[in-house]
């Protein structure tokens, strides 16, 4: 009896360690993508996560533990003078803790002041490059530079150097993920897309979300009105539905900051 107890326990710990390595497919979906943005957004879901899902592109994140309740939310393009500022006095409201993928050229003079706001909150300040190129169109000491150029910014601002960042527009390749692994960086992706940026209506990005959550999915916003106006009825109605808002290293039991 004991035997056959210890082996299913073993059984049920392999189950749950296979299930907690599971990479989502990227889900969200919007109405007004015409045919041809719908057709490219679907090949690049592909051509990005499969490799991913086939531990092909190593140390590249998408989601959380499925078998827990519990979400991140993460802001893409910050910092700004205005919807930076509306973005955290909701969370704060809210006392939910984001990340925020920040863009390092735009922290100038009274940008800063939100970049330290940001991180006095407890929300993560993240590297977003330095003038947000696409990645995959640059070689390995371009990269090297927009990468340490923008973590350095941020860390002359906050006293911490980020360990994570996201690649803009998601554009990786093989080339892209080694040198972001060799600096000892972390990619980290996302499993839900608000579609912020083509939806341009709160209420269609709240169904979005809604309509398409599951158990450790990293939510996509930006700093954009149309996430402005969605913030509070996502965080509220997903809280209604049971789930937990954990600060992104939280989710994925990761270091933030060097
Ligand atoms: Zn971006």
Redesign the pocket.
């Known amino acids: 009896m004991t035997k056959f107890f210890a082996l299913f326990t073993l059984i049920f710990q392999l189950f749950l360690f296979a299930e907690s390595n599971v990479v989502y497919d990227i889900r969200g979906a919007s109405p007004l993508l015409d045919a041809n943005m719908s057709q490219f957004l679907d090949k690049w879901r592909n051509d990005t996560i499969t490799p991913v899902q086939n531990g092909i592109y190593k140390n590249v994140l998408v989601n959380g533990d499925p078998s827990r309740k519990n979400i991140a939310l993460t802001f893409?393009?910050a910092p700004d003078e205005n919807n930076t500022y509306k973005l955290l006095d909701i969370l704060k409201s809210h006392h939910v803790q984001g990340a925020f993928f920040m863009i390092g050229g735009t922290m100038r003079d009274t940008n800063a002041t939100v970049v330290k706001r940001t991180f006095d909150e407890g929300h993560l300040v993240l590297n977003?490059t330095f003038n947000?190129p696409r990645l995959s169109d640059l070689n390995e000491s371009t990269i090297v530079y927009q990468l340490d150029h923008a973590a350095m910014r941020m860390e002359s601002i906050t006293g911490h150097y980020p360990l994570l960042m996201r690649p803009?527009y998601g554009s990786i390749n093989p080339i892209v993920v080694d040198t972001i692994n060799a600096q000892g960086l972390t990619t980290v992706l996302w499993s839900l897309d608000s579609l912020d940026w083509t939806l341009k209506d709160p209420d269609a990005v709240v169904t979005n979300v809604l309509s398409n959550i599951r158990n450790g999915d990293i939510i996509l916003m930006h700093r954009n009105p149309t996430s402005v106006g969605a913030l509070a009825k996502v965080i509220e109605q997903l809280t209604s539905m049971g789930y937990t808002f954990l600060r992104l290293d939280e989710l994925l039991g990761i270091k933030a900051y060097r």
Do not use: E
């Open positions: 893409d393009d977003h947000h803009p």
